[in-house]
C-alpha cells in the first residue's frame, strides 16, 4: 500500500471520528469529571490534568515544552557559512472549555492564559572557511560569529476551538484545538564577535523587524483518559 494512500486513510478516519463527536448530542453532565491527558502538536508536547466544573464548562491545568535546534536552515549569499537555530518554547498553562451547544458536544470555546517561563529563539551564523578581506586572509575565528535572539517570556493569553469531545464516554479519546496565544512584545538582540561584532548595532532594526511577530498558533492531538 502506497504511503500516500495510508496518509489519506488515516484523514478520512479522523474525519469520521470527528464528525460523530460534533454530532453527539449532549446528554451528561461534565461535573465532576476528571482526566489526564498527553498532548502533541505546534506548541510541542505536554500533559494536563482536566476536571468539570459545572454541566457545560471545564478547567484544564497543564504544560508544554518545545525544545528545538536545527542545522543549516539559513544562509547568507556571497558568504560560505552554517548556521544553528534553537527554539525553546516552554509554558504552564489554565483554560477553560465552555460548551455552547447542547446539541453539539464536540464543538469547544476555549479561553484561558499561559505563563511561558521560556520563550526564545536563537540564529547563530558561523563562517565555514576562511575569508579574504582585501589582502589579508582571516581565519573563521577571526572572522567571527552573528547570532540573533529573541524572546517573548512573560504572559500570555489563549483564545481558541476545541473539536470533538472533551471527556471520554468510556475510558479514552482523542480530541483537538486550534487556537492562539498572543504572546508578550518581543525582545531582540544582536551579538557578534571577531570583524562580525559591529553587526551588534543592527538590535534597533532586529527589534523594529520582529515587534509584530506575537502570535503563536496552536495546533493540538490530544489523547485523554477519564479518571
Known amino acids: 500500500m502506497r504511503f500516500s494512500t495510508i496518509i489519506f486513510l488515516t484523514l478520512l478516519l479522523f474525519c469520521q471520528y470527528t464528525k460523530a463527536q460534533l454530532t453527539e448530542g449532549y446528554n451528561s453532565s461534565l461535573s465532576h469529571k476528571k482526566q489526564v491527558t498527553l498532548n502533541i502538536g505546534s506548541q510541542g508536547a505536554g500533559a494536563e490534568f482536566g476536571y ?29 557559512s552554517t548556521s544553528k537555530a534553537s527554539a525553546k518554547f516552554n509554558n504552564i498553562h489554565l483554560l477553560g472549555d465552555f460548551i455552547p451547544f447542547k446539541t453539539h458536544s464536540g464543538f469547544r470555546l476555549v479561553g484561558g492564559v499561559a505563563y511561558f517561563f521560556k520563550a526564545s529563539g536563537d540564529l547563530t551564523i558561523i563562517p565555514s572557511e576562511h575569508y579574504t578581506y582585501g589582502d589579508i586572509e582571516l581565519s573563521e575565528e577571526q572572522v567571527g560569529t552573528v547570532t540573533a535572539s529573541a524572546d517573548w517570556g512573560g504572559i500570555a493569553p489563549y483564545l481558541g476551538l476545541g473539536l470533538a469531545n472533551l471527556f471520554p464516554t468510556g475510558h479514552f479519546n482523542i480530541n483537538f484545538d486550534l487556537g492562539t496565544y498572543y504572546l508578550g512584545k518581543p525582545k531582540a538582540r544582536m551579538v557578534g564577535t571577531g570583524i562580525l561584532e559591529s553587526n551588534a548595532s543592527q538590535t534597533g532594526q532586529f527589534q523594529t523587524n520582529i515587534n ?16
Open 212 to 227: 509584530n511577530y506575537r502570535f503563536m498558533p496552536v495546533l493540538q492531538l490530544n489523547f485523554n483518559y477519564k479518571l
Open 52 to 80: 468539570g466544573i459545572v454541566p457545560r464548562a471545564a478547567a484544564r491545568l497543564g504544560a508544554n515544552f518545545i525544545p528545538v535546534t536545527a542545522y543549516n536552515v539559513y544562509r547568507v549569499t556571497g558568504f560560505n
